[in-house]
């Protein structure tokens, strides 16, 4: 008998999210529907007690985990990185 493997997910990052949406006109037609697209921030994209703390990676560490969520798209899920880069987006 094979024992299931519980998986829980424990979030917990601000991530500012802003959409843009770009008129897209149609062909021979005077319609236009808008294509919306995201680009996500971190809430706080420099920490400057811990670059002063002599931690320069920790610094910038929220500006490096939240930059990847729209700059890839429907990326590989065939690994751990990549679903949890999945989990994330969404």
Known sequence: ???????????????????????????HT???????????KASCEFDLGSFNDGQYYAAIEEKERSEPLTSVLYPCDNNAPGKELRLRQQ
Do not use: H
């Open 1 to 27: 008998q094979r024992k299931k493997k519980k998986v829980v997910w424990k979030g917990g990052e601000d991530v500012l999210a802003l959409g843009y949406d770009i008129p897209v006109p149609g062909f």
């Open 30 to 40: 005077w319609n236009t529907n808008n294509l919306r697209l995201w680009e996500s």
